[in-house]
């Protein structure tokens, strides 16, 4: 199988799952309250094991950092078209900010994980490439930034303490945390042969092989469907940023400096991922337009069922 049907193959298998938990939860099998219960596992369970399992037994590269660079580039240019988008359509202040938000932001981790897993499986080398794209590329900018852009676009009044707040919970978060801790004992000599490091280590790996199911589960309990007639111009215009041009920009960046395929491959797909869950999370908390940001996400994931995999046939 070619890696771009794999990459099919992983983006259809996603979508399938998200359905059937829409299904399970139309029958009552499943609620929506349940989402807070998967998507805390996600956050603090699963996705670190994964984060760290991924890291600590790699040697770390100094080219991953330029990865991570070229994603954030990417988003910065995304962010600041949002705006002029926004200015174009001559967006209200609450409908700009949602547009920024999920415009510049992807399911790098929620999703991306997922589908490198699956388009390139059994490779340390792109899971190595997608935690630092997702987590120092996508991540600080999404967990400080993101809320940032909430509470100035926002209906509620927030004060400056709440920024700080925000950042100091993404430093102690288990995803901060499992990324410093997996990439500070790589460059410490474990022997690997040791049967309690490789018991931990394949518990770890267990733990976060759950992350793809939680994932599909938390997608599918959260996000709900409303009216898109008047909301074909917000769309395109996210579209086209998140969908098109981003991937586009990193693609073309990552040709320039020269990285290897397989961290052009990772990063095209982590930046080609739809809008980012998290900001539907940041929408309601201060108010910048909740529903419209959750109707996007929903409508952009559905959309990258084809706009992932065509977007790689052509470049790759």
């Known amino acids: 199988m070619s890696t771009t049907e794999l990459l099919s193959q992983g983006v259809i298998i996603m979508i399938t799952l998200i359905l059937i938990v829409v299904l399970l939860r139309k029958f009552r099998v499943i609620e ?27 040697k770390f590269d100094y080219d991953l950092l330029l990865i991570a660079g070229t994603v954030a580039i990417a988003e910065i240019l995304s962010l600041t078209l949002a705006w002029f988008g926004a200015r174009l359509l001559k967006l209200k202040k609450g409908e700009t900010g949602a547009l920024m938000l999920v415009a510049t932001f992807g399911m790098s981790t929620m999703l991306g994980y997922p589908l490198i897993r699956q388009t390139f499986p059994g490779n340390a080398l792109a899971m190595d490439d997608a935690v630092i794209t997702s987590e120092i590329g996508v991540g600080v900018l999404l967990f400080i930034i993101g809320p940032i852009i909430a ?35 790589s460059f410490v000599n474990i022997p690997s042969n040791n049967v309690v490091v490789d018991t931990v280590y394949h518990l770890l790996t267990l733990i976060g092989n759950a992350n793809l199911l939680l994932v599909a589960i938390t997608i599918g309990l959260l996000l709900e469907p409303h009216h898109l007639q008047k909301m074909i111009p917000f769309l395109v215009v996210v579209i086209l940023i998140k969908l098109i041009i981003q991937p586009l920009t990193t693609y073309q960046i990552i040709t320039w400096i020269d990285l290897n395929t397989i961290a052009k491959q990772v990063a095209t797909i982590e930046t080609s991922m739809p809008s980012a869950i998290l900001v539907a999370i940041y929408a309601r908390q201060y108010n910048c337009k909740p529903e419209l940001v959750s109707t996007t996400i929903l409508v952009t994931l559905i959309i990258s069922l084809i706009s992932v995999t065509a977007l790689f046939s052509i470049l790759f």
């Open 151 to 185: 509470m100035h676009y926002g209906e509620n009044n927030i004060i400056g303490k709440t920024i700080v707040t925000s950042i100091k919970k993404f430093l102690l978060s288990p995803i901060f945390v499992a990324i410093v801790a997996g990439i500070g004992l």
């Open 32 to 58: 929506k309250e349940n989402s807070k219960i998967t998507s805390n596992l996600v956050l603090k369970v699963t996705l670190p094991a994964l984060i760290f399992s991924a890291l600590v037994t790699k």
